[in-house]
């Protein structure tokens, strides 16, 4: 039964690595190369269908079988504060001279408008799916907000920091990995939860990238000017 959640895990992973080989590509920006950017997040839905509606070994019970058979009494907060880590991450690399590819205004924008459409997905499923957790506690397990949050910020390092290296991207969705494997093993989601909050995450931070590429190019804009006597600032927000 672990081998089969292994082979889970390893389809995660592959879908992961295209991600992140993918962010230092400089592909030209047409509908394949969108197609081609969202096939990984479509794996990860994929999964998630087929752990909740299956009844046999790759079923979100039988997961969480393994997981309990192996380590009944885990528990940990950690990953409470860990999910926000790769965020403060990327601004203090571009404060070490790492720079970031966009500029801390629009990088902030654009994280924000990510965030926004992250919280009003997963909330929406959240109080409308009304599915209960692995532990009963509610109903309000899928999808994962934690592993959304996480896997938001590794997009987040891919899309800023991944033209220096691809071990940023695949480093920070390793992290991402790790916390949604908290959420499991703490028996607080089910797999279905993560693997939905993980695709949730990645595209949520996709479109925010991609519609400030053709749409919110200066979303704040600083403009003195002077006039006889008297002098001003214009300030413009787009958004």
């Not at 009494?73 to 590819?101: N, Q």
């Not at 695709?199 to 190019?217: D, E, N």
């Amino acid at each position: 039964m672990m081998n089969n959640y292994l082979l889970c895990i390893t389809l995660i992973l592959w879908s992961l690595f295209s991600i992140a080989q993918d962010s230092i590509h400089r592909a030209k920006h047409t509908f394949g190369y969108y197609t081609h950017r969202t096939l990984p997040a479509a794996a990860l839905l994929g999964t998630a269908a087929l752990t909740h509606w299956s009844s046999g070994f790759l079923s979100d019970a039988a997961i969480r079988s393994s997981i309990q058979e192996t380590t009944p009494h885990f528990h940990t907060s950690a990953d409470d504060y860990l999910r926000w880590a790769p965020i403060p991450f990327v601004y203090a690399l571009d404060i070490m001279g790492v720079k970031a590819k966009h500029p801390w205004v629009e990088r902030s924008w654009i994280l924000l408008k990510g965030e926004i459409m992250m919280a009003a997905t997963v909330y929406t499923l959240k109080y409308t799916t009304d599915v209960y957790r692995p532990d009963s506690s509610d109903t309000r397990s899928f999808p994962s907000g934690h592993t959304a949050q996480a896997f938001l910020g590794a997009t987040f390092i891919a899309f800023e920091l991944g033209s220096h290296s691809i071990w940023y991207p695949i480093g920070a969705y390793l992290f991402a990995s790790g916390i949604g494997a908290m959420a499991l093993w703490n028996d607080r989601h089910w797999f279905s939860d993560v693997a939905a909050g993980a695709a949730i995450g990645i595209t949520t931070m996709q479109l925010a990238y991609w519609t400030h590429r053709y749409t919110f190019k200066n979303p704040l804009a600083l403009h003195p000017y002077i006039h006889k006597d008297w002098a001003g600032l214009h300030v413009r927000l787009t958004f």
